[in-house]
């Protein structure tokens, strides 16, 4: 009976306040069973202590939903929703005016954008790098052999000037020697253009060449040498070279490298003949202690071609053979 009776009061509370929201016309349409006394301002009469009610609901929508029910309606008209304001806006004490965002200044731009002295990209620092990719020696027919081939340049990141070499040496006698001084010029990424001249000390007489190529790194991570030559007496030559590195671990690494040399005409004061004249191919395994000083062994298979295996065999050499070198790698 006690929950009845609160039932009761709640509803007739919550049509108390329905009615005193309505505009009177909108009261004189309802039915007048629906109707409800006004309030008068008589006093309420005593009534006694209503029992401990049960406790409210768990359930937070309906216990909420009860409370604004049984909230008075002078209550309900008086709540006015949480003002809402922005996440980035500043707070505004009353009577304080927003100024607007002033412009920017060069000073402001400056602050934004310090000048930047770390070292750039295509600068004009003078850097420079001595490479000898090999430096190798093996022992063929009781004789002791040594070889080299190394490179070095100095300048910018886009002009520099190269000096190039390769030799042999056997029983300490130079059998084959040649320098190059090039000029060197960046003309797309990891490639560059090269002119200038070589000089060949042996075989034979000395001579010269003046010569042009290209150096750089070709898609796949192949390193290639191409360059053309063009000596005294119209004699032509070439000389390409194609090599890669396979990282076995980060310190043990195989190089494969081939060589290809032609020469317009033969020349038989230096031993060579007309067209595809020499064919070198080689694998070294190296091991780097510093990146830059790496021991390395490797074997090296060399063929002569046409008018060059001629003359070879007309000196009692072979026109082919296989040799098994160490050496070392460094820079510097």
Same mark, same amino acid.
């Given at each position: 009976?006690?929950?009845?009776?609160?039932?009761?009061?709640?509803?007739?509370?919550?049509?108390?306040? +329905?009615? &005193?929201?309505?505009?009177?016309?909108?009261?004189?349409?309802?039915?007048? *069973? !629906?109707?409800?006394?006004?309030? *008068?301002?008589?006093?309420?009469?005593?009534?006694?202590?209503? /029992?401990?009610?049960?406790?409210?609901? *768990?359930?937070?929508?309906?216990?909420?939903?009860?409370? !604004?029910?049984?909230? =008075?309606?002078?209550?309900?008209?008086? !709540?006015?929703?949480?003002?809402?304001?922005?996440?980035?806006?500043? =707070?505004?004490?009353?009577?304080?005016?927003?100024?607007?965002?002033?412009? &920017?200044?060069?000073?402001?731009?400056?602050?934004?954008? /310090?000048?930047?002295?770390?070292? =750039? !990209?295509?600068?004009?620092?003078?850097?420079?790098?001595?490479?000898?990719?090999?430096?190798?020696?093996?022992?063929?027919?009781?004789?002791?052999?040594?070889?080299? #081939?190394? @490179?070095?340049?100095?300048? *910018?990141?886009?002009?520099?000037?190269?000096?190039?070499s390769e030799g042999q040496r056997t029983d300490g006698h130079v059998?084959?020697?040649?320098?190059?001084?090039?000029?060197?010029?960046?003309?797309?990424?990891?490639?560059?253009?090269?002119?200038? $001249?070589?000089?060949?000390?042996?075989?034979?007489?000395?001579?010269?060449?003046?010569?042009?190529?290209?150096?750089? &790194?070709?898609?796949?991570?192949?390193?290639?040498?191409?360059?053309?030559?063009?000596?005294?007496?119209?004699?032509?030559?070439?000389?390409?070279?194609?090599?890669?590195?396979?990282?076995?671990?980060?310190?043990?690494?195989?190089? =494969?490298?081939?060589?290809?040399?032609?020469?317009?005409?033969?020349d038989a004061r230096r031993s060579v003949g007309s067209g595809l004249?020499?064919?070198?191919?080689?694998?070294?395994?190296?091991? #780097?202690?510093?990146?830059?000083?790496?021991?390395? +062994?490797? $074997?090296?298979? #060399?063929?002569?071609?046409?008018?060059?295996?001629?003359?070879?065999?007309?000196?009692? #050499?072979?026109? @082919?053979?296989?040799?098994?070198?160490?050496?070392?790698?460094?820079?510097?």
């Amino acid at each position: 009976m006690n929950v009845l009776h609160a039932s009761i009061q709640n509803f007739r509370t919550g049509m108390l306040a +329905i009615a &005193l929201l309505l505009p009177p016309h909108a009261m004189a349409q309802m039915d007048p *069973t !629906m109707q409800m006394p006004m309030p *008068t301002n008589k006093p309420a009469p005593t009534k006694k202590p209503a /029992p401990k009610r049960q406790p409210p609901p *768990t359930d937070t929508h309906a216990a909420t939903g009860d409370a !604004m029910g049984a909230m =008075p309606a002078g209550e309900m008209q008086s !709540m006015d929703p949480m003002p809402k304001q922005s996440a980035t806006a500043s =707070p505004v004490s009353p009577g304080q005016v927003r100024q607007p965002i002033e412009p &920017l200044t060069d000073a402001d731009r400056a602050a934004a954008f /310090p000048q930047v002295t770390a070292h =750039p !990209m295509h600068d004009n620092d003078i850097h420079s790098l001595v490479l000898f990719d090999r430096f190798e020696a093996w022992n063929a027919n009781n004789a002791t052999n040594l070889e080299w #081939e190394g @490179s070095g340049w100095i300048g *910018t990141d886009l002009n520099r000037v190269w000096l190039r070499s390769e030799g042999q040496r056997t029983d300490g006698h130079v059998t084959d020697a040649d320098i190059e001084v090039l000029y060197g010029h960046s003309i797309a990424t990891w490639w560059d253009v090269l002119a200038g $001249v070589r000089h060949d000390f042996k075989p034979g007489a000395s001579q010269d060449f003046a010569a042009i190529g290209i150096s750089g &790194l070709a898609p796949g991570k192949f390193e290639i040498k191409a360059t053309a030559y063009i000596g005294q007496s119209g004699q032509t030559a070439a000389r390409i070279e194609a090599q890669y590195e396979l990282l076995l671990t980060n310190r043990l690494i195989v190089q =494969p490298l081939v060589e290809v040399n032609f020469f317009g005409r033969s020349d038989a004061r230096r031993s060579v003949g007309s067209g595809l004249s020499t064919l070198e191919a080689g694998l070294r395994m190296r091991y #780097e202690i510093t990146r830059q000083f790496a021991p390395y +062994i490797g $074997v090296v298979r #060399e063929c002569a071609f046409g008018g060059t295996a001629d003359f070879r065999h007309a000196d009692g #050499e072979h026109a @082919s053979a296989t040799r098994y070198v160490a050496g070392l790698r460094f820079w510097f």
